[in-house]
């Protein structure tokens, strides 16, 4: 799998791996590798992502009485109200009504915490013998799984506590779990405390239904080709817009600020420009209109002729809740109407497919996109694209 604008490689199978394709890797340095071992090569497929994530998430929803979804790839699910006896029976069940329900195979960590259930599934992904399943409560040698567990790939552990861990003779999760919680406190934080807690069994970080909105939301891409005409700029910037806002809909909330970003790619031979503007709002909002005039406002100010811009894009910040709307005193928007409208537009979008209807700022000429090459088939998300079956016997 590759980045933005097929750069790198970001993900890999295990028969890649097993071939001498490193993480992160430009793609164009491995050409001989792809061929001589004939690897399928994908561009992202971020619509294809999205909706399969959703499915899967709602075929767990419907099999826990709590569910938190960590990522797009991972939940955490509460299975207290299953008898300790059962509980590896169930997970299997999981699995396999994932697998049935939308083709998508998953590993799972059962575990009384969520940094035990983490390292669980860990060890039933990578090791063949648990088949995809790992019940660590009722396994007969937990320390032996720790022990063979290196520290530094315990869920919360970086570079820096990784270094200190090796400097206290930390090695792996067992040693981790024996070490002194004060002395990983007064070191670590209580971050570092916890870490050995959850080690132990002991619960520090709850099933969260609720996760904190994000306080600063980002949408940005680098372009399939140089960008120079201010026309090309505003129609990306415009479209990177419109998607912040939507994630902005979603988590029912306003922001106060935005900033605009512009590039040129440091890495080519050529002029260099960056620059960025930040404006702050007069009524904080998250109505895709509102949002594109005052970016436009920003970006006619940063835009200088002459260059070759890489990637430009929006991060709005100083996010607040709906019902925090506080009205400027010389507002005559009538946000009650364009609420109505965005609303019956996304809708439609959500129907008929994503920018479906979009503001005219934002064009219909998009050579500007990322390149995507090798771009795998929406084969959920696109009608054109559905897979057809023949039951034609002949």
Request: glycine share 6%.
């Given at each position: ?136 409560i009722s396994h007969p040698a937990k320390d032996e799984l720790l022990s063979q567990f290196r520290v530094g790939e315990i869920w919360g552990v970086g570079e820096k506590y990784e270094e200190f861990f090796r400097r ?73 817009v419109s998607k912040v806002a939507v994630k902005l809909r979603n988590q029912k909330s306003l922001a106060q600020s935005l900033l605009i970003f512009i590039m040129t790619n440091k890495y080519a031979k050529g002029p260099?420009y960056v620059n960025y503007k930040i404006v702050r709002l007069p009524t904080a909002s998250n109505q895709t209109r509102e949002l594109i005039h005052y970016a436009l406002v920003a970006l006619k100010q940063l835009y ?91």
């Amino acid at each position: 799998m590759l980045s933005n604008n097929d750069g790198c490689v970001i993900a890999r199978s295990e028969e890649a791996k097993k071939a001498g394709i490193k993480m992160g890797i430009p793609v164009f340095e491995i050409g001989d590798i792809i061929k001589k071992h004939k690897v399928h090569v994908f561009s992202t497929n971020y619509a294809l992502y999205g909706d399969i994530s959703q499915r899967v998430m709602t075929t767990l929803a419907g099999l826990a009485s709590e569910i938190e979804i960590y990522s797009i790839d991972e939940a955490f699910l509460d299975l207290s109200g299953i008898p300790a006896d059962k509980l590896f029976t169930a997970a299997k069940k999981i699995r396999e009504k994932v697998f049935r329900w939308t083709g998508i195979p998953v590993s799972v960590g059962v575990a009384p915490t969520k940094t035990l259930a983490k390292v669980s599934n860990q060890i039933a992904k990578s090791d063949a013998q648990y088949s995809g399943v790992l019940d660590f409560i009722s396994h007969p040698a937990k320390d032996e799984l720790l022990s063979q567990f290196r520290v530094g790939e315990i869920w919360g552990v970086g570079e820096k506590y990784e270094e200190f861990f090796r400097r206290s003779n930390i090695w792996s999760a067992l040693d981790l779990k024996n070490a002194d919680e004060n002395r990983m406190k007064e070191h670590l934080g209580v971050m570092g405390q916890r870490l050995v807690l959850e080690l132990r069994g002991t619960v520090c970080y709850p099933i969260n239904q609720n996760p904190d909105t994000k306080k600063e939301i980002c949408t940005s891409r680098s372009f399939g080709h140089p960008v120079e005409t201010y026309q090309e700029l505003e129609q990306a910037t415009t479209s990177y817009v419109s998607k912040v806002a939507v994630k902005l809909r979603n988590q029912k909330s306003l922001a106060q600020s935005l900033l605009i970003f512009i590039m040129t790619n440091k890495y080519a031979k050529g002029p260099k420009y960056v620059n960025y503007k930040i404006v702050r709002l007069p009524t904080a909002s998250n109505q895709t209109r509102e949002l594109i005039h005052y970016a436009l406002v920003a970006l006619k100010q940063l835009y200088r002729k002459g260059y070759l811009y890489k990637k430009s894009g929006i991060v709005v910040s100083e996010i607040i809740p709906e019902e925090g709307q506080q009205s400027a005193l010389w507002d005559d928007t009538n946000r009650e109407k364009n609420k109505q409208l965005i609303k019956v537009i996304d809708h439609i979008n959500r129907k008929a497919g994503l920018d479906k209807i979009r503001f005219a700022v934002q064009g219909a000429d998009e050579t500007w996109k990322m390149r995507q090459e090798n771009l795998s088939p929406h084969y959920t998300t696109r009608w054109s694209d559905v897979l057809v079956v023949n039951m034609d016997k002949d």
